[in-house]
């Protein structure tokens, strides 16, 4: 990595893109933070003297930044370089070619790593995770229509890692009775087994496991509080 940064984006282990350093003009820094996942362009400032491809080059760069699960881009005065890692042997192929393809691509300096299986798996699972959007019906194990299509890009991604063992975590909030909420968590865990199965997932695999209201991430003293404790985590392990 160069030590003299004019421009860099960064995205490391799945945080939103943030974006430091100088562009053109306003324009430029706020098509960047579009570009980059509707980030905030606070960190750039502006300068004129850069060169002419640098729009292109820093939109292309973008671009193949987002495809990665972790990486940086950047411009040192004279050349441009990314790193990162990549869940798919297909999605390094893409990046790589998108920036050999570019006018200037011979002058970028490339390097992306292949995940292991095991770790593009947590990588990709993880991050659907965080969205919490698994939802379920008030009180019941059954599946939002919403959560059908996340289920589909679940199963999906851990195709990725077929040797691997997926654990269905379930927590609910703390309204209710604690024992018919551990309950519950169970029912809502084996529904998403179930669903996954439907997909293609292997049985062996899957591994459905409630808690209850036991393992709280926020307050259960606020709507917010609860929403987040309502959720479907996932452990993939090797054994």
Known sequence: MPDTLVFEASHVNGAPITLQGI?????????????????????????????DDFVASGTA??????????????????RWWLRGKADMPATKDAVTASIAALPNGANWSVAIEQLAPLDACKESVGALAKRNAILFATGKATLTANSLPVLDELAGDLKVCPDTYVHVEAHTDADGVADANLALSVARAEAVVAQLIKRGIDEGRLYAEGYGESDPVASNDTKDGKAKNRRVEFEITAE
């Not at 570009?35 to 060169?51: E, I, N, Q, R, S």
């Not at 760069?61 to 004279?78: H, P």
């Open 61 to 78: 760069g973008l671009s193949a930044l987002k495809q990665l699960s972790d990486g940086k881009l950047g411009f040192d005065g004279t």
């Open 23 to 51: 562009v053109p003009d306003n324009a430029t820094a706020a098509a960047f933070g579009v570009l980059a996942g509707g980030v905030k362009a606070d960190g750039l400032t502006f300068a004129t003297g850069l060169p």
